[in-house]
């Protein structure tokens, strides 16, 4: 098995042994954010270098990828319309609707279904004819949603198909992504979705060529937001189903590594921290969806809780504020990073050290990126600072830069955009002051950990007497955050609201502070299964067992590349939902495409379940499976008249488990 994380700092792959459960060979390569053909393309040639493995032998390539939540998050995504049906005014203004659509064409038609499946009134498809002759130049893709479309999906189908026809353009059903009621928030997801299809084709196309390259013939596998493989096929269809797959990944991956059957996983990336709850053995999963940038989907994903702080979470020094420095969420390439690139970094640090006093500027760089073109700044300031960057071919101190505060605020915009890279002091800086990461030349973090410590706090002292010092202090607050992380997630897993824990955090913090007396108040916070710690600096970064914070934590082996290893080792696991509604007493409706009308309830289950598993089964094979193990559940809803039960509805959760 070959697995691969696209990740935000890093790809990494690896080979994994399925009859020995060993891992073979491992690789980590730079992500190329502008160009990812290259990175997967260095990563598979690496891992396969490393070992003797002929192409033939690999039987399946599996991918996790944070495309498809990068681009929620930063609410991106092509350029898709959205085609309602029959749904009311006011349901257009819920769960993020209106929100999402607004920079996305939006036709109103007529039509739709009740809750029974019944047709409200006959689709007219000249309004959309008319529409698409309007719009059609400038968008990529399209969703249709239609109200009861679960019930009866007849006009979602038709649209689709015409719009499919006249375009010949990705057309994405809300019925298909999900069996749930809630047409508002389908129709988000289905947004959603069509925006995302034109990206993950990329990167499953980039990914096949890579493969194509290296001589893999084997199936290609992606990892969904739920923890589960389907196939790069079923992924183009339905990318929105890859949110949070990386968390998914690495929760799987490091539950494997670990031996944990219930407990936590704490991911620590570069950007950021994931928390995630294990219970048998599987990730626990959003109870109505995952939300990701805001935006309330239907898809099912594990809930994980993101933190904005990692080994190059940017830190800044604030002189006015009760916390002397910040830590993220804002990224910064390491100084130990970024001078081997641009050797000139330290030089600069280095002049500004032998300034004798220190400047607010201090201890930052920046520089042009490639992926900044000429009409990248918005503004007159803006425009300026590119035009300067571009004088200096490896960058330019901030100092240099940042004459005025317009400046200095157009900087932070560009940082923001991509168009100006920044290098900072950072965790990974100070991990290598204090000897704890030795993968690259300490000195410019050394100059810059100086830098840092003589800057001032609130009541003019130095935040630190040296370097060394300094890092301490870096490394034990980033230690806090992540204990802290990992707390958050449990107690949100017991139910137990954030505002409650904050308030025990904070007496926790005030008293620890109070070191002029002995307190009597015994206070411990804790959680009570394993804890495992996974990512390239869990090793210097993860949660501390201190008297206060009983959070034991252990780091597997290859904790480096959980990620790839989740993806490696990741099953099929498939969904689906049937409802039977009572439109009269003694009639029983079963939802399917073509809803279908029973007299006898028992008959009705039974067909339903035909049904499911006829799905399933056609489903496995779409997504990569050659067989399977199908579960079936029935939710009985009743009500109470007269004394006497009478049946509302019912509805039937199959699911099914295979290989690829």
Not at 29 to 35: G, I, Q, S, Y
Not at 119 to 133: G, I, K, M, S, V
Not at 137 to 163: D, K, M, T
Not at 414 to 421: D, F, M, P, T, W
């Amino acid at each position: 098995m070959l697995g691969i994380d696209a990740g935000g700092t890093f790809t990494d792959a690896l080979l994994y042994c399925k009859e020995e459960n060993s891992v073979l060979a491992r690789a980590k390569t730079p992500t190329t954010h502008d160009n990812l053909s290259l990175c997967l393309a260095a990563a598979l040639e690496t891992v396969m270098g490393k070992v003797a493995v002929a192409p033939s032998q690999i039987s399946v390539v599996s991918v996790s990828t944070t495309l498809a939540t990068n681009a929620l998050v930063e609410d991106g995504g092509r350029a898709a319309g959205l085609v309602t049906i029959g749904f009311k005014e006011d349901a257009l203004s819920r769960a993020g609707l209106s929100r999402i659509s607004e920079r996305s064409p939006h036709l109103k038609l007529a039509g739709g279904h009740s809750s029974h499946g019944s047709a409200l009134q006959d689709l007219d498809l000249r309004p959309l004819d008319e529409w698409l002759t309007e719009h059609d130049s400038r968008l990529e893709a399209y969703a249709v949603a239609g109200s009861f479309s679960v019930r009866n999906p007849e006009h979602e189908q038709l649209a689709g198909s015409f719009i499919q026809s006249r375009t010949g353009k990705p057309v994405t059903v809300s019925h298909e992504l999900s069996s749930n009621l809630n047409a508002p928030k389908r129709a988000t997801t289905a947004l959603l979705n069509a925006r995302l299809v034109p990206i993950v084709n990329e990167l499953v196309t980039g990914v096949e060529g890579s493969m194509l390259r290296a001589g893999l013939t084997s199936r290609l596998m992606v990892m969904r937001g739920d923890g589960s493989l389907v196939s790069s096929d079923f992924v183009r269809d339905r990318p929105i189903e890859t949110i949070l797959s990386g968390p998914a990944a690495s929760a799987i991956g490091a539950a494997a590594l670990a031996g944990i059957d219930d407990g936590v996983v704490v991911d620590i990336g570069g950007t950021t921290t994931d928390v995630v709850i294990i219970n048998e053995g599987r990730p626990v999963a959003a109870p109505s969806g995952a939300v990701v940038g805001g935006h309330e989907t239907m898809v099912s994903a594990v809930r994980a809780h993101t933190f904005g702080i990692g080994g190059d979470s940017r830190i800044q020094h604030n002189p006015l504020s009760d916390d002397d420095f910040t830590i993220g969420p804002s990224r910064a390439t390491p100084l130990v990073v970024a001078a081997i690139e641009r050797p000139s970094i330290l030089s600069a640090l280095s002049q500004q050290l032998e300034r004798g006093r220190a400047q607010e500027t201090d201890g930052v760089f920046l520089w042009l990126r490639e992926i900044a073109g000429s009409d990248r700044g918005a503004s007159r300031a803006e425009r300026d600072v590119l035009a300067e960057l571009a004088n200096f071919s490896e960058g330019a101190s901030l100092e240099s830069v940042a004459r005025t505060q317009l400046a200095h605020n157009a900087i932070n915009r560009l940082i923001s955009s991509g168009a100006v890279g920044v290098s900072a002091f950072t965790p990974t800086d100070a991990a290598h002051i204090l000897e704890i990461d030795n993968r690259y030349s300490v000195d410019a973090a050394v100059v810059g950990g100086i830098l840092l410590a003589r800057q001032l706090d609130r009541f003019g002292v130095p935040l630190a007497v040296s370097e060394a010092d300094m890092a301490g202090l870096v490394i034990q607050r980033v230690r806090e955050r992540t204990a802290e992380a990992v707390l958050i997630a449990a107690a949100d897993h017991d139910a137990l609201s954030a505002t409650e824990l904050s308030l025990v955090l904070k007496a926790q913090r005030s008293r620890v502070s109070a070191t002029d007396r002995s307190p009597l108040l015994r206070m411990e916070l804790g959680v009570a299964g394993s804890v495992a710690l996974v990512g390239a600096p869990a090793h210097c970064l993860g949660p501390a067992n201190t008297e206060e914070w009983r959070i034991h934590s252990a780091i597997p082996d290859h904790f480096e590349i959980a990620n790839a290893f989740g993806s490696a080792i990741g099953d099929i696991r498939l969904a689906h939902q049937i409802t039977v509604s009572a439109p009269r007493r003694g009639l029983y409706r079963v939802h399917i495409d073509e809803p279908i009308t029973f007299y006898d309830l028992k008959a009705a289950q039974q067909f339903a379940e035909e049904k499911a598993e006829a799905h399933l089964r056609n489903e496995m094979r779409f997504a990569g499976g050659q067989s399977c193990n199908i579960t079936h559940n029935w939710d009985l809803e009743q009500a109470i008249v007269e004394e006497r039960e009478l049946f509302v509805e019912a509805t039937l959760k199959s699911r099914a488990l295979g290989s690829p």
